[in-house]
């Protein structure tokens, strides 16, 4: 019995190391993980610099988005890191900033800047704040940046609506309708931005697309949309006041971003003010 007794406990001691294998070889999992992964700190801002449609950048065009602590309002942001995409073809652009973690604090704010430019020339800026990571906002974010340019050179029809609520079902047959835009920055020397007419109207609202060729929008300029249906040989609908022609554009319309879009009222019961 003794022996017996050595013997089971010989054979419980060669057993150990053999139990103790698979639990280093789990323990050492993380660790050949955090190799694989370089046991980096760093973590990633993603998004995509856009301006209001997609268009063509120049060549040679370089694109740089920068992760910015702009916690103290009389002192110049930390950069925490930037992404620089040279040879950008067109916007929108997709970026990727890696940044470490530890050098955030959690009150701080944290905002993305972003730049387009072609040799020294800036072409592109953002004009709004994209706070992201701390104080509830998004880890990823896009970018939306303007034309330095005063003047947006359209590149496709303009698309607009006018609406009414002072008629009913489907406008006569003869019915059609007159659109002028006008630049008004100067009001003693108003400018015809672009007209059109448009027949076989149907009924409100009505779609239209005003002409692009040659048209430049400002988003430094007032603009006024004047809209006139006639039928019968007479005007019947008008935007009777100056201040309801009113028209903001801080750029060319695009139709998914921006439209031009009104309301017209009968003649007979709003005459021109």
Known sequence: MLSNGRNGGSLRQRAMPRLFVPVLWLAAVPLLACVAAACS????????????????????ATVTVKLL????????????GRDVIEKAEQLPVQFAIEYDPAEI???AEITLSARVELGDELLYINDTVHPVLTRGNPRNSDIRVISVSEFDQCIAPLPGQIHSSFWDGDLPDDAFLEIRLWDVSEPEE????????FEDLGSFPIHFELPHEGVEISRH??????ANIWFDGELQFHIPNQDWRRTILPYCPDGNNLSIVNDVFPVSEFPAE
């Not at 449609?53 to 120049?58: F, G």
């Open 221 to 226: 300029h007032r603009y006024e949309l004047e």
């Open 41 to 60: 700190s760093a973590d990633t801002v993603n998004g995509e610099v856009r301006f209001h449609r997609d268009v063509d950048l120049p060549d040679g």
């Open 105 to 107: 604090e959690g009150r």
């Open 190 to 197: 108003r400018l015809l931005v672009v007209e059109a007419r």
């Open 69 to 80: 602590d702009t916690s103290l309002a009389d002192a110049s942001a930390i950069e925490l």
